[in-house]
């Protein structure tokens, strides 16, 4: 049994736009970033790679990188899919939190999971999608940034 953690967090600009898990979100701010900044999907390849013990997103995806600017972050997610299916394996079970004060993501929460399950080629069942604030604490809880944190387990693929 293979289960990985992640974890990303991105500062809020204006005149950014606001994606999580390949879903875009109307709000005043969005993400900043190297790529299009998709804390979601950052956070749950993050796990990708910690279940599969190597290394973390931005070891294979650098900041540094131009190939990476604004970036979609899914291609992130089918690199990740790639190197599973080099070790013969797949995701069984995506959980995720984003952690945000606003905007208040209860009604985008399911297109969000959806989202996340296609870019997958998960079924919804085998997705977790929860949405919290920081109740005003820290940097989250001003609306400076947006955190996600996520748990991946792995199953035999093909
Ligand atoms: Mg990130």
Redesign the pocket.
């Known amino acids: 049994m293979r289960i990985g953690i992640g974890y990303?967090?991105?500062a809020l600009a204006k005149g950014r736009k606001l994606l999580l898990g390949g879903v875009s979100i109307p709000h005043s701010h969005g993400l900043l970033?190297h790529?299009d900044?998709?804390?979601l999907l950052?956070?749950i390849v993050d796990a990708v790679f910690g279940a599969l013990g190597e290394g973390d997103?931005g070891d294979h995806f650098s900041?540094k990188d131009p190939r990476w600017k604004g970036a979609d972050s899914r291609m992130f997610v089918k690199e990740a899919l790639l190197c599973l299916k080099k070790r013969k394996l797949a995701v069984a079970h995506i959980d995720s939190v984003i952690i945000a004060e606003a905007p208040k993501l209860g009604k985008y929460k399911e297109a969000i999971k959806k989202s996340v399950a296609s870019a997958f080629g998960l079924p919804l069942s085998s997705v977790g999608v929860k949405a919290k604030t920081n109740e005003g604490f820290d940097a989250i809880g001003r609306g400076e940034a947006i955190a996600c944190q996520a748990v991946v387990s792995l199953k035999k693929g093909k």
């Open positions: 990303d967090i991105h970033g790529s900044g998709d804390v950052h956070a997103l900041d």
